[in-house]
Each structure stands twice: as structure tokens, then as C-alpha cells.
């Protein structure tokens, strides 16, 4: 008797052990599973900005879960502004006294774009249809409702989508793709329609600027990259449904094209972009100056007399 008792004791000690040893085991797997997840989802969502974004600088940290929106440091001036805000998209910023930095002080106010879904080229300038076409085929294309063919990049297809739900705004064209996004050879064409190699010979050397306002030379049109549009606005109210979706007018001078900049306009002044009026329009424009482009002229030539 007392030795059944004895096996009757044991297997009840075995029992205990291994529904206890299971419930160990549960409770591990538990608070394992709650501990796991949160650390892969911090640590996975830093390295997900890093690949949506084009940051000069990005480092996988699991502090935070969260990309904070670049915003340049409100100390510095304009112009230091716009170039650190261009400095995440541009591989290299052109230098004053170049046709690139002419380029990008007509043109370059949509590189300020903080939407991480949209792409910018990591030049100003395309040198032939090829180069266009390469960066083209790696954008993400939204089309503008009501249009056959007008496709824009998504978000600023979406965005100007948003704003004609608001008011009636047309294209310029009233109808077509050579108001969007275009190539290279419609961007030629235009060019050649309105100037000529004479033309773009004496804006390269930065002694013509204004027909920058009228037509984009070959392989530098913000159309190319799928963030403008030309439109007819006629009113206040059209112009406010565009600006409060991120649509504005950045290209001096150029009354019907549109760039989508993505920012709300009273954060524009914070990224160094300047409001100026012409003829009872409001444009946009880089805070780049042609006199840095005229100054380092004059300071390369004192250097060759010097030197001489």
C-alpha cells in the first residue's frame, strides 16, 4: 500500500512538474512575441525612411519609430537654407558661375520637395533622350483626372486632382500630355520654337536669363520630371485651391506652368524660397542671385589677369 502510495506521490510530483514546465513555456513564448514584435517594427521603420528618402545622411536607429520631415535650420540665411534643403536631393550643387547653378536658380525651387513618394533627378540638366527617358522610367505615374494622356508623378498627380475637385481649373492646352509630363524631344521642340543654339549658347554663359521665363532649354524643363503642368488660371480662388494642395508658381515670368513644390505656402519662406510679384503675379523663385553668377564671372577673370 505504501509503496503505491510512494509511485501515486511521484506521478503526481511528474505531473505537476510538466503542466508547470508547459506553462513556463507558454509565458515565455507570450512575453516573447510582445517584446519581439515592437523591437523589429522600431527597427525596421527607420531603415524603411532610409529607403524613401534620399538623405545625405541616414542612420538605422532604434530610437524612434518615426521620420522626422527635414526642416532647415531657421538660423542660417535664405540662400543657406534652400541649398541645405537641395543638398538631400542634388549629388552635387552646381557652383556659381556654371550654366548648371543658372539652371538651377530659374528652375530649381522644386527640388525643396519634402514628399518622400516623389523622385528628383540628382542633376538639373538631361543631356540627351536617353538620360530623360532612363530617370522617367523610374517614376511612380499618376494620371489627372478628366485627361486622356496628362500624367504627372503620383503625388502630384494626386495633388492637383484634389484641387480641381475644389475649382475648375484647366490645362493650358485644354486637353493634352505637352501640358504634363514630357520628353525630351517635346522639350527640344520647344526650345527650337522660340530661341536657337545662338540663344542657349549666350544663356550658358549666363548673358541671357529671360528667355528662361519663356521656354526651358533642352533637357532642363521641370515637365521632364514629372512636377509641372501648365494651366489656365484666371482667379484668386483657383490660385488658393492650387497653393493650399502644393502647387505653385515658381519659373519667372512664365504665367501658365505650375510646379508642384509640396509644401504649404507658409512654410515656403522657411525652406529659403522668396515671394516676388511681377505684374500682379506671385511667383515662388530661388533666393540664388544672378549676381553670384556675375560675381564669380568678374572673380575668374581677375584670377586669369592676375596669373597673367
Same mark, same amino acid.
Given at each position: ?6 509511485? #501515486? ?14 506553462? @513556463? ?15 523589429? =517594427?522600431?527597427?525596421?521603420? &527607420? @531603415? ?16 524612434? #519609430?518615426?521620420?522626422? &520631415?527635414?526642416? &532647415?535650420?531657421?538660423? $542660417? ?61 523610374? @517614376? ?25 475637385? @475644389? ?56 515637365? $521632364? ?57 506671385? =511667383? ?6 544672378? $549676381? ?6 568678374? =572673380?575668374?577673370?581677375?584670377? =586669369?589677369?592676375?596669373?597673367?
Amino acid at each position: 500500500m505504501k509503496k503505491k502510495t510512494y509511485y #501515486s506521490n511521484k506521478l503526481s510530483i511528474r505531473s505537476t512538474t510538466f503542466i508547470s514546465t508547459v506553462i @513556463l513555456i507558454i509565458f515565455i513564448l507570450v512575453a516573447s512575441n510582445k517584446i519581439t514584435h515592437p523591437q523589429l =517594427y522600431i527597427t525596421v521603420q &527607420p @531603415l524603411n525612411g532610409c529607403l524613401n528618402t534620399t538623405s545625405l545622411s541616414c542612420k538605422n536607429t532604434i530610437s524612434s #519609430s518615426v521620420v522626422t &520631415p527635414f526642416s &532647415p535650420n531657421q538660423e $542660417l540665411n535664405g540662400r543657406e537654407r534652400f541649398l541645405s534643403a537641395i543638398a538631400r536631393k542634388l549629388t552635387i550643387i552646381p557652383q556659381p558661375g556654371t550654366f548648371e547653378y543658372i539652371l538651377l536658380r530659374a528652375y530649381g525651387a522644386a527640388f525643396v520637395n519634402p514628399d518622400t513618394e516623389i523622385k528628383l533627378p540628382q542633376k538639373d540638366i538631361f543631356a540627351n533622350e536617353q538620360e530623360t527617358q532612363e530617370f522617367q522610367d523610374t @517614376l511612380i505615374m499618376g494620371q489627372v483626372d478628366g485627361t486622356k494622356d496628362c500624367y504627372l508623378q503620383k503625388s502630384a498627380a494626386d495633388a492637383l486632382n484634389k484641387a480641381r475637385l @475644389l475649382q475648375n481649373i484647366p490645362l493650358k492646352s485644354g486637353y493634352g500630355s505637352g501640358d504634363c509630363t514630357r520628353t525630351f524631344a517635346t522639350n527640344l521642340r520647344f526650345w527650337h520654337k522660340y530661341a536657337n543654339n545662338q540663344m542657349l549658347e549666350r544663356v550658358q554663359q549666363g548673358k541671357e536669363t529671360k528667355i528662361l521665363g519663356l521656354v526651358a532649354p533642352p533637357g532642363t524643363s521641370q515637365h $521632364l520630371w514629372g512636377l509641372a503642368i501648365d494651366l489656365r488660371v484666371s482667379n484668386q480662388q483657383q490660385k488658393q485651391a492650387l497653393n493650399q494642395n502644393g502647387w505653385f508658381q515658381t519659373v519667372e515670368n512664365d504665367i501658365p506652368h505650375w510646379t508642384y513644390v509640396g509644401l504649404r505656402e507658409e512654410n515656403l519662406p522657411q525652406f529659403g524660397l522668396k515671394n516676388q510679384v511681377v505684374r500682379g503675379t506671385t =511667383y515662388w523663385v530661388t533666393p540664388l542671385q544672378l $549676381l553670384d553668377v556675375m560675381q564669380s564671372r568678374e =572673380y575668374s577673370i581677375r584670377r =586669369y589677369i592676375v596669373r597673367e
